[in-house]
Each structure stands twice: as C-alpha cells, then as structure tokens.
C-alpha cells in the first residue's frame, strides 16, 4: 500500500495561485502513476490531472488545461499541482492518488490508494 499526504490547500482569490503537494511513503515502487482528482460538494469526484513516475508523461483534464500543471520529484516521492488563473469554480477538496497498472487512469476506481484529500476555496 502506498500512504498519500497532500498539503497546499487554502483559501485564494480569483485569479490567484496555488501549488498542491503529494508525499508518497510506504511502497512507493509500485506506484506506476500518480493523479489528482477533486470533488466539490454534491459532486461527483473528477480528474484533474496525472503523471506517470518513470517517463513523467501527463494528462489533464479539459477544464484545467494551460492553467494547471502537475509535476514530479522522484527523490522525494513527491507529486506536486501547480494551480494558476484559479477560478471560483475550481473550489473542491483535492485528493492525489496512486495506481499500480499501466495505461491511463481518468476514473476513481483506476486508482488503488488515496490521501486524505486538501480543501482548496477560491473566492470570487
């Protein structure tokens, strides 16, 4: 199992900035790809973006692309979202995940392990 922190959430303007963290622990050599997801209140979860550990690929999802960017730190076991132009619809908590099989992973059910989750509030 690979155990998740995410920290970086807080309260920002329209407009503003923000960069998420995600430190993996535990059996991080499993983990084939890394994803950030959100899920704002009475919605369902949703993707945001994804990395994949050895080639550093991503993916992103339509809604936050050339606005967010999401990176890795191999040594550290750390995924990072960096979160640009944030808008009030961005306000959710954020989760980052871990998946152990290749291919892409868009779904919740992709995933094998979760973080906590960090709130992230955008005022208008």
């Known amino acids: 199992q690979v155990h998740l922190v995410e920290s970086g959430g807080g309260l920002v303007q329209a407009g503003g900035s923000l960069r998420l963290s995600c430190a993996a622990s535990g059996r991080t050599g499993s983990s084939y790809l890394m994803g950030w997801f959100r899920q704002a209140p009475g919605k369902e979860r949703e993707f945001v973006a994804g990395i994949r550990w050895n080639i550093g690929s991503t993916n992103y999802a339509d809604s936050v692309k050339g606005r967010f960017t999401i990176s890795k730190d191999n040594a550290k076991n750390t995924v990072y979202l960096q979160m640009n132009s944030l808008k009030p619809e961005d306000t959710a908590a954020y989760y980052c995940?871990?998946?152990?099989?290749?291919?892409?992973?868009?779904?919740?059910?992709?995933?094998?392990?979760w973080g906590q989750g960090t709130q992230v509030t955008v005022s208008s």
């Open positions: 995940a871990s998946r152990r099989s290749r291919g892409l992973g868009y779904a919740v059910s992709d995933y094998d392990d």
